[in-house]
């Protein structure tokens, strides 16, 4: 990949926040049985439904059972995981190991962070992969690890491992610009000129699933208005950086794009149980442009579309000329909670899902984990998605909000994505939704000082 996935990731991980991260916990028996032995060892995990299926967890659970006699893994899987395992959770039933990332409504998990409910799992990192003679640490990607989303206290310890890592932007039918002699719009001011031609074809510029898919969009906005040092004291609340110029003008533009360029059935479908037809109108081409990742090709592979239609991904536009244009890297995470039962034995498997072994299945459902060398892998559709990094352009970002103390009633995640409907349905205007993102950094800023 691109400078081989080193120098072109924009990773936030000498930020120090002056939290104290929780103290490791060691737990060595497994169900009354040394984890090294052979017998009784069973293990529970929880993960996520995806865009990439089901299916690769009971083949990546049935290897590693082969792989280790004696050991039985259960698994809980769901498209609304929280619904499932939270109840347990209250009860004192925790599963040990958890595949389930942030950024998701109910956020489990940012509230376990909040919570110091994570295993300590920087170890893994020491540990070598099952079945093979390397590092857990040699096999990742440089710097995939030691950011906010592995690292959430901003110290040298890791709470979540990354997982499938994806590059995430603006999806489109590349066959719909290409019949139309459009070119991929570089700078907003191309993308908001190509939003008056589409109209005059009744096709809208912008949609998006819900409104939660707008973290790609901001974050890569963030860096590409104020540069990533801008985007780092957005994401570490800086003191009234929700005043400044360069959020203002993150806004102006969102609200213009939102306003005047998006398809008003938007909000409509923008929920749990409808979003896929937000997504449909890509491929039936009545809308442009959506915020997505690479599962959006698995997700909707079996849905009519527009004849010829071919999935495309572009970086969100700079502001000027030849500015960088950032793609924000979706990266998915696997944790273990400070209450599960089976800590080692959790461990053990959370190494191995970076084996070669594991990477082969999850690639089959087009989940890419971060390995090296797993780039010249990729197949199929998904595989110039990937390519995208190679331009000399645009620049990676992986990263997202600084955990803090738990604030009661500040999400400044929904403040600033959920606030999407907002705008478009004219219930909130920019002036109100700057002095409530405002306001919500700085009980965050209180909270992790």
Same mark, same amino acid.
């Given at each position: 990949m691109k400078k081989g996935m080193v120098t072109s990731l924009i990773f936030l991980s000498t930020l120090t926040l002056g939290l104290t991260a929780c103290g490791k916990s060691n737990k060595s028996n497994v169900?009354?049985?040394?984890?090294?032995?052979? !017998?009784?060892?069973?293990? !529970?995990?929880?993960? $996520?439904?995806?865009? @990439?299926? *089901?299916?690769?967890?009971?083949?990546?659970?049935?290897?590693?059972?082969?792989?280790?006699?004696? %050991?039985? %893994?259960?698994l809980t899987i769901s498209k609304s995981l929280e619904d499932e395992i939270t109840p347990n959770m209250k009860a004192g039933k925790f599963p040990d190991l958890v595949v389930l990332g942030q950024g998701r409504s109910a956020g489990l998990t940012e509230s376990l962070i909040k919570d110091n409910a994570l295993e300590d799992v920087t170890d893994v990192l020491e540990m070598t992969v099952p079945t093979e003679d390397v590092k857990v640490k040699d096999k990742l990607i440089d710097g995939i690890v030691g950011n906010l989303n592995t690292n959430p206290y901003g110290d040298d310890q890791t709470y979540l491992m990354p997982m499938y890592y994806a590059p995430t932007g603006l999806v489109y039918d590349q066959n719909l610009l290409s019949q139309n002699n459009w070119e991929v719009p570089t700078t907003f001011e191309g993308l908001f000129k190509l939003g008056d031609e589409a109209k005059k074809k009744d096709i809208n510029l912008f949609t998006y699933p819900t409104a939660g898919y707008m973290d790609s969009y901001f974050f890569s906005i963030l860096?590409?208005?104020?540069?990533?040092?801008?985007?780092?004291?957005?994401?570490?609340?800086?003191?009234?950086?929700w005043k400044t110029e360069k959020a203002t003008? %993150?806004?102006? @533009?969102?609200?213009?794009?939102?306003?005047? @360029? !998006?398809?008003?059935?938007?909000?409509?479908?923008?929920?749990?149980?409808?979003?896929?037809?937000?997504?449909?109108?890509? $491929?039936?081409?009545?809308?442009?442009?959506?915020?997505?990742?690479?599962?959006? %090709?698995?997700?909707?592979?079996?849905?009519? *579309?527009?004849? /010829?239609?071919?999935?495309?991904?572009?970086?969100?536009?700079?502001?000027?000329?030849? /500015?960088? *244009?950032?793609? !924000?890297?979706?990266?998915?995470?696997?944790?273990?909670?400070?209450?599960?039962?089976?800590?080692?034995?959790?461990?053990?498997?959370?190494?191995?899902?970076?084996?070669?072994?594991?990477?082969?299945?999850?690639?089959?459902?087009?989940?890419?984990?971060?390995?090296?060398?797993?780039?010249?892998?990729?197949?199929?559709?998904?595989?110039?998605?990937?390519?995208?990094?190679?331009?000399?352009?645009?620049?990676?970002?992986?990263?997202?909000?600084?955990s803090t103390k738990p604030v009661e009633g500040v999400n400044i995640k929904e403040i600033l994505f959920d606030s999407a409907n907002s705008i478009i349905s004219g219930d909130k205007t920019l002036k109100q939704w700057q002095s409530e993102l405002n306001e919500a950094s700085e009980k965050l800023r209180a909270a992790k000082d």
């Open positions: 169900d009354g049985e040394e984890v090294n032995g052979k !017998t009784n060892q069973e293990l !529970t995990i929880a993960a $996520l439904e995806g865009g @990439y299926g *089901r299916e690769m967890y009971s083949e990546v659970i049935s290897a590693f059972e082969k792989a280790n006699p004696g %050991v039985k %893994v259960n860096a590409g208005v104020g540069g990533t040092d801008f985007y780092s004291d957005v994401m570490t609340y800086k003191k009234d950086i003008e %993150v806004l102006k @533009y969102t609200e213009k794009l939102l306003t005047q @360029y !998006t398809d008003k059935a938007t909000v409509g479908h923008a929920n749990e149980q409808d979003f896929t037809k937000n997504q449909q109108s890509i $491929l039936d081409d009545k809308n442009m442009f959506m915020p997505n990742g690479t599962w959006i %090709v698995g997700e909707m592979a079996d849905a009519p *579309r527009a004849d /010829g239609f071919t999935w495309g991904l572009m970086p969100l536009p700079s502001v000027e000329e030849g /500015g960088k *244009r950032y793609l !924000t890297t979706s990266v998915e995470s696997v944790w273990v909670p400070k209450e599960g039962k089976n800590t080692d034995l959790a461990k053990q498997f959370m190494a191995y899902l970076y084996s070669d072994e594991a990477a082969k299945i999850f690639l089959e459902s087009n989940a890419i984990q971060p390995i090296k060398g797993i780039e010249e892998k990729i197949e199929g559709e998904t595989k110039a998605f990937y390519e995208i990094y190679q331009q000399e352009d645009v620049e990676a970002l992986v990263g997202g909000f600084a």
